[in-house]
């Protein structure tokens, strides 16, 4: 393994590694050398202190995102689920290509890449295919070949049904929360099913705390009054839509994301008395808040519809949660209540967010396009051996729980365990839902092969 450092956060003991991939893996295969632009790959080792001389088998955690760095932890208990994985597992943390401390994709670097083909192939290059083929690439290298377990959050749970379509004689047993895709991918079927669903998801917003209903009409008809060179800009130039603003509807699928919303809302004016807002300015507080909750790291949104194709497709995606919008009225900037959207990529983010600018050429490309890489085998996943156990959220705002099952019904040795306990973010509030997963696969037997 080429180790950087070795150390201790509490309670975890750390080691840090780096290894080289192939920026391209089409003519290379996982395990073996490769010819051409290679990129770095970033991953952790941790492990509890007590169990650094023992041999644990192995845990991968597959990130959520699309563009999602590992976690960083500060102790065992900040991630919600390590504290329960370090007990029985050796975890690995991969930072995926693009991310972290991994090769990474920012402006920067789509800036020096000329014209939208090359930024658009480039882009390409950093979906599940890819990353899964990474990850069998570093179990084989520096792993020793040895089989490890998955664990996957949301995006994760795509990255598993590739790596089981893939390479299933790498997995021993696979995890999955709030994640499995529906097969065939279809980006405008996902959102057809979540638009309604943040109708809800609002009403209850406003049902909670019904005087935010006048405090967000009035953020927005004052965001709607100043456009232009007159725009009301973020900390860093951005300026501040009614768009965007709906945007911080894509955390009501966590735990606690409206009270979150609420409390940002409550420091939304400089003038603390409700009946002065409308002449109010816009807190400096609010607007930093307002930055921070709605940036999202560099590869998200450009990767976000992409996420769902799936070799060739029919039709090219073409912004297919735009489409889904402009079918549902309510949804307009100038309707109030104000209605807010959910985790979906919009055509106006490239224009109006300066980090996002540098990738809308290529981003445009690719809704037009029609070919992407293979990542699901169908029939390998009827077929499927490896034991897989998945936490459905009834509720999730992001992934449909009925898509989920009936996903899970064709994969052989899938099991579903549904609740409406937890959001979206269930593995992150605490040790529970691992803790669960973890005790249905081992009362069944799927983990007695472990070493």
Known sequence: MTLL??????????????????????????????AGESLSLFYRVVT????????????????????????????????????????????????QRGTG????????????????????????????????RDFEHLRRTEFGGRKWVTLGQSYGGFLTLAYLSLYPE???????????????????????????????KTHLYYRRYPQDVDRVAAVADKLSARKGKAAITLPNGDPLSVERLQT??????????????????????????????????????FLESVMETTSSNALYWPLQEFIYA????????????????????????RHRPLLFTGEAVFPWMFEQEK????????????????????????????????????????DDLYVDSGMQLDMLSRVGNSHAWVTNEYQHDGLFVG?????????????RGDLKGLR
């Open 310 to 333: 799936d070799g060739e497709l029919e039709e090219p995606i073409g912004w297919a949660a735009q489409q889904v919008r402009d079918e549902h009225p309510e949804f307009d900037a």
């Open 5 to 34: 450092a070795k150390y201790y956060v509490p309670g975890l003991a750390v080691e840090d590694h780096s290894i080289k991939v192939p920026l391209d893996w089409r003519d290379s295969d996982p395990g073996k050398g490769f």
């Open 355 to 394: 980090a996002l600018r540098p990738f809308k050429a290529a981003v445009e490309e690719l809704m037009g396009d029609t070919r992407f890489g293979k990542i699901y085998d169908t029939t390998q996943l009827k077929r499927n051996e490896v034991p897989l156990q998945a936490a459905v959220y009834f």
């Open 170 to 200: 790498g997995l021993s047993a696979s995890f999955t929360m709030g994640g499995i895709p529906h097969i065939p991918a279809n980006a405008r079927e996902v959102y057809e099913h979540t638009f309604p669903r943040m109708v809800q």
């Open 48 to 95: 509890a202190p007590e169990h650094v001389h023992d041999d644990l088998p192995l845990l991968v955690f597959l990130q959520g995102g699309p563009g999602g760095a590992g976690p960083r932890p500060l102790n065992p208990s900040s991630d919600g689920w390590i504290a329960e994985a370090i007990k029985h597992f050796r975890i690995v943390l991969p930072d």
């Open 248 to 285: 911080l509807g894509r955390d009501f699928g966590m735990q606690p994301g409206p009270e979150r919303l609420h409390w940002l809302m409550d420091t939304a004016f400089t003038a603390g008395d409700d009946s002065a807002k409308s002449r109010s300015p816009l807190s400096d507080r």
């Open 431 to 443: 040790p529970d839902v691992f803790d669960h997963l973890y005790r249905q696969a081992l009362d």
């Open 101 to 132: 401390r991994s090769s990474c994709v920012d402006s920067n670097v789509m800036g020096n890449i000329e014209g939208a083909h090359r930024q658009a192939e480039y882009l390409k290059a950093f979906l599940a295919g890819s990353i899964v």
